[in-house]
């Protein structure tokens, strides 16, 4: 792999889909020189990045969230828009890589030429969200892709993550309501700036309606995010291409209507400075794990936590008691 920055800065914007696949790489890499590379190549990016519309999109387990984003992604291409996916998978607990690392779920949208799709490992990232997924997505705008799908793994995790980086988070549900109403978790749907009911066709088009109004009357019990914005709650058949023209929508009167109030522009602002506090956290404690004064003391201390000889807090103090006296003598 090229790590020259500047190489790869002039394919990207170019709209090179081979560059931008490589400097994607380049950005999940761990590696301390390939870091290195990706923050000069991110820092010529930059000033051509945050020109797109970023949604996020979650969902209960069988949602459709794939045919979905099948749907929608070609709807908004053929609106002359230019998109990128960015499917963060579960991460396998062996390798660490994707267990759906591939394309196969939106063959159709992955064969068009104005659409790019990206799966990557979601690893430890609270939220099934890829640490880099961030970056990804300003490579992506780099490269003139103008609208952004980050889709995450849905599996129950906290869904906050890819809220703080996106300008729309999408629930994607399926006909129920009732009962299963009490199943889903009330923090997602707090997060929620639009509430899909996806498979309402066929056999099950009376229950999406009845689940849609099930859901905007529960809405009533939250307080709203900003006082603006009415989160909508939306039926469609990805299966079928039916409710997708409303779902964009409601998608650009979000963006103006979010826009006419500054909303927009503070939530964009909020997230660069979660940002900011997420990487200074994720540096510190990759700095902590690689010091070789803790790393000397940590089998010691992970044996007699899972043992039950020593509190999980104690050691914890004890590990950053040790860093910070090898790094005061190391400044002394």
Not at 26 to 44: F, G, N, V
Not at 84 to 102: E, F, H, K, M, Q
Not at 249 to 267: H, L, N
Not at 310 to 317: K, N, S
Request: hydrophobic residues 45%; glycine residues 10%; proline residues 4%.
């Amino acid at each position: 792999m090229s790590l020259d920055p500047l190489h790869l800065a002039e394919g990207v914007l170019a709209g090179q889909r081979r560059a931008l696949a490589r400097a994607i790489t380049l950005i999940e890499s761990t590696r301390p020189d390939h870091r290195e590379a990706a923050e000069a190549l991110l820092h010529r990016l930059l000033p051509h990045a945050g020109r797109s519309v970023r949604i996020g999109i979650t969902g209960v387990p069988g949602a459709g969230k794939s045919t979905f984003i099948e749907a929608f992604g070609l709807h908004v291409v053929d609106k002359g828009h230019r998109l990128a996916v960015l499917a963060v998978d579960p991460s396998s607990p062996r390798t660490g890589g994707s267990i759906l690392g591939d394309k196969t779920r939106m063959e159709e949208l992955s064969r068009d030429e104005r659409a790019f799709i990206r799966p990557s490992p979601s690893g430890c990232t609270l939220g099934g969200v890829a640490r880099r997924t961030r970056e990804a997505m300003l490579v992506c705008e780099a490269a003139g892709y103008d609208v952004i799908v980050v889709e995450t793994v849905g599996v129950g995790q906290s869904e906050t993550a890819v809220a703080d980086m996106v300008d729309m988070f999408l629930l994607l549900l399926v006909p129920g309501g009732g009962d299963e109403l009490q199943g889903i978790k009330k923090g997602i749907v707090e997060l929620a700036d639009a509430i899909i009911v996806n498979k309402a066709d066929g056999d099950l088009a009376q229950a999406a309606a009845r689940a849609a109004r099930d859901y905007k009357n529960a809405l009533h019990l939250l307080t709203p995010a900003n006082a603006a914005w009415t989160v909508p709650v939306l039926t469609c058949s990805a299966l079928e291409h039916a409710g997708i023209e409303q779902v964009w929508q409601s998608v650009g009167t979000y963006r103006d209507t979010m826009g006419k109030v500054g909303a927009f522009s503070e939530r964009r602002s909020a997230q660069a400075r979660a940002w900011m506090w997420n990487e200074v956290a994720e540096t510190l404690m990759q700095t902590l794990k690689d010091d070789p004064k803790v790393a000397q003391l940590l089998p010691a201390l992970e044996r007699d936590v899972a043992t039950g000889n020593t509190a999980p807090g104690r050691a914890a103090r004890q590990l950053v008691a040790t860093f910070r006296h090898h790094l005061e003598s190391a400044l002394a």
